[in-house]
């Protein structure tokens, strides 16, 4: 994994109170969601990037890894119900697009 679930408990501003309750279901996120930025680039980030005589993984697909699994774990129902919808600015597939590897 590219993430820890240390470094996702930051990006969703957990505080040490919370123990670790949720540790495996933050895991669960993290390796669905870097599974999920796998195939939206079309290669696997750990044999592309970080290996010896590789250029480390760049900081933008962290970014987009951490994204959505807080994403994921903040959100973890497919609707809701009794707000209104509104778009917000996502940047997963705008990072995603930068590194993903085209082919016609």
Known sequence: MILTVPELKE???????????????LGRKLAAAQDHVERMLGFKI??????????????????AVAQL?????????ASLVGVTATTIPFGVQQIVSEYREWSF
């Open 11 to 25: 990006q969703l501003n957990f505080s040490a109170d919370l123990g670790t309750a949720d540790d495996a279901l």
């Open 46 to 63: 750990e044999v592309t990037y970080g290996g010896a005589e590789q250029e480390p993984v760049p900081p933008a697909l962290i970014e």
């Open 69 to 77: 699994a807080a994403h994921w774990f903040e959100n973890r129902e």
